[in-house]
């Protein structure tokens, strides 16, 4: 296990509770836009474009930290697992194995 990985992942999980909560927001503040501003008027784009300002810091953190999830996961499949049985041991070459007959 790496010591970074416990920084990096607690910037993802912050990272991606803040996108979640801006995403709530976005919506509640789509359904409030009036009926007359629908996508590709300046009222709407301006309220999407504001949305989207205030999460790039948040996705960056992904595309910095993100990767921290494949090293993880290789390290964890190329990891012994206590729960699996341990390898059968290979014939020895030159000895000869009792035959049944």
């Known amino acids: 296990m790496q010591n970074r990985w416990a920084y990096q992942l607690g910037h993802l999980r912050s990272a991606i ?8 927001q976005w ?4 359904d409030s836009l009036p009926a ?7 009222t709407f784009d ?8 205030e ?12 990767h921290t999830l494949r090293e993880i996961n290789s390290a964890a ?3 012994p697992s206590s729960l699996a049985p341990p ?3 290979a014939p020895v070459p030159g000895r000869n194995s009792p035959v049944r007959r």
């Open 17 to 24: 509770d803040q996108l979640d909560a801006l995403h709530e």
């Open 27 to 30: 919506v509640h503040a789509r």
């Open 36 to 42: 007359d501003a629908p996508p590709g008027t300046p």
């Open 46 to 53: 301006d309220a999407l474009a504001e949305y989207h300002a």
């Open 55 to 66: 999460s790039w810091g948040y996705l960056d953190d992904w595309a910095t930290h993100g």
């Open 77 to 79: 499949r190329h990891a």
């Open 87 to 89: 390898p059968a041991k």
